[in-house]
């Protein structure tokens, strides 16, 4: 039996069992988001059956979607190796100690979404950087008698900005995944949204707290026994800045990423045993589990001493860090495989595309499409992961290059989830930062309006890449084969 074209309802039911299985189950019943996906993906092999497909041909479609996937997966996996390294090195350590006390209290709201900033960049996690330093940050704020909503605002904006353009972040190296675009090629293309939300959102916080007056207010408590413990576990030097040299060299020079991961990931061990002393044991094993603080091995250090927020800053790394990721994305692959194989994605793309008309048509279908999934699901990967998988053939055709997608996916997939209150990610920080995320959502600037740039952007054509030459030609070869 030959498999047939499926038709409207057999394409697009699977994918809104999938939305009603992750609204009900993740959304409301808190289910783990794996097994719902492989529910959904059991339920598009039934349908995958019905048109006339064989297990067999199902399982040709899995392994394409993952053999093309895994360059990127590899490279998702090597940065846990990476940030495990720079931890126990004393890289990541170093650069939050010194951003933590160029802080000036003078400026609050504009510090608050700096030094986030800062902090997410170098650590690649947002609530890292809002559990530890937002934290601090909103200590400042409330013996200022500063505005808290607009301080945690910032705090958010801030956090999420790092998060957005560090190449350490798991939603940095998802989105390229999903897309099919180049991590650094997708760093560099975000900036086209992500710089003038940033300073739309500085000039709202200058503007914001240009009146306020500091007083005679010091230095938080928490954040003076941060910064002494952070000195006190680590030696600080300026050859710990060799291993983010490397990286950053890498990427302009556009040297091939995985290569260039191991290879400061390598630097970054040999520093952790020169100068910081840890053993061999140590430093493979935060390659795998991560750091912790008891990795330390210093005369007189006492890792039980450590407060829960420099602990909860730097206890992390390692390859098993990103295994939820991979699960999640193995899960939803295995979805978008069968979908593919059946046919089913071409079958929505022809009608997105009797629809969509224009550049800034596509732009805006995949920001309402990302919003929606992240309103059901409250999940930052999968906001990602399936919008990306339905667009990036729509892309294609449409002669756009891949990290259009990739950056589009971020604007409106990442930061959105924590605006939303029933999202993991809104829980948390309204219950760290003891402001609601109602309350903060308004003055999370750059969370909001970087789509807005990417729809502007999508109608206008500025900052819109083309497709190269070969993918064109591959594209017209398509088109050719359909048509005959």
């Known amino acids: 039996m030959t498999a047939r074209k499926p038709n409207l309802f057999e394409s697009f039911s699977p994918i809104v069992v999938m939305l009603l299985l992750l609204a009900i189950g993740y959304g409301v019943f808190k289910f783990p988001p794996e097994p719902l996906l492989v529910l959904a993906s059991l339920y598009a092999g039934l349908m995958a059956l019905r048109v006339g497909l064989k297990w067999d041909e199902m399982m040709d479609g899995i392994q394409d979607k993952i053999r093309q996937a895994m360059p990127s997966i590899l490279i998702l996996i090597s940065i846990g190796i990476l940030i495990g390294t720079w931890m126990i090195a004393g890289t990541i350590p170093m650069l939050i100690y010194y951003g933590l006390e160029i802080i000036n209290p003078s400026y609050i709201i504009v510090i608050a979404f700096v030094v986030s900033a800062l902090i997410s960049i170098v650590t690649g996690t947002s609530w890292g950087s809002v559990g530890t330093v937002g934290v601090a940050l909103m200590g400042i704020a409330t013996g200022l008698d500063a505005n808290l909503a607009a301080t945690a605002g910032a705090i958010v904006s801030g956090a999420y900005f790092g998060d957005k353009l560090s190449p350490l972040s798991d939603t940095t190296n998802l989105a390229p995944i999903a897309a099919g675009s ?66 950053l060299f890498g990427s302009i020079r556009k040297y ?126 999968l906001s990602i992961i399936v919008p990306g998988e339905l667009y990036k053939d729509t892309y294609k055709v449409k002669g756009l290059a891949a990290k259009n997608l990739s950056r589009t996916l971020e604007d409106s997939g990442t930061v959105i989830v924590p605006l939303i ?27 909001y309006t970087g789509f807005i740039f990417a729809i502007i952007l999508g109608y206008t054509g500025i900052g819109i890449a083309k497709a190269t030459k070969e993918v064109a030609k591959e594209n017209a070869e398509k088109k050719v084969a359909t048509a005959e």
């Not at 000195?231 to 040299?245: N, T, V």
């Not at 990610?425 to 309350?439: K, N, P, Y």
Request: with cysteine; proline share 5%.
């Open 256 to 381: 091939p990423t995985l290569p260039v991961i191991i290879l400061s990931s390598i630097v970054a061990a040999i520093l952790a045993w020169l100068i910081q002393g840890v053993s061999a044991t140590n430093i493979f094993a935060s390659t795998v589990s991560g750091f912790t603080a008891e990795m330390i091995e210093r005369d007189g250090f006492d890792p039980a001493s450590v407060i829960f927020e420099v602990t909860r800053l730097v206890n992390q790394g390692g390859m098993q860090s990103m295994t939820g990721v991979v699960l999640i994305a193995f899960a939803a692959f295995v979805f978008a495989g069968i979908l593919t194989k059946m046919g089913a994605l071409e079958v929505i793309i022809d009608a997105l595309m009797k629809i969509v008309k224009r550049t800034g048509d596509l732009i805006l279908s995949t920001v309402l499409s990302c919003i929606t999934m992240a309103l059901v699901t409250g999940n930052s990967y």
């Open 182 to 247: 180049e991590l650094y090629e997708h760093i560099k293309h975000m900036l086209w949204t992500t710089i003038p939300a940033a300073v739309l959102a500085l000039i709202v916080y200058f503007i914001a707290g240009f009146n306020l007056s500091p007083g005679n207010i010091g230095t938080p408590e928490t954040m003076t026994t941060m910064l002494s413990q952070l000195k006190e576990m680590f030696k600080f030097s300026w050859l710990l800045l060799l291993p983010p040299a490397i990286v």
């Open 421 to 447: 209150p029933w999202s993991s990610a809104g829980v948390f920080m309204a219950g760290t930062l003891g402001v609601s995320t109602l309350s903060y959502a308004p003055w999370a600037i750059l969370c």
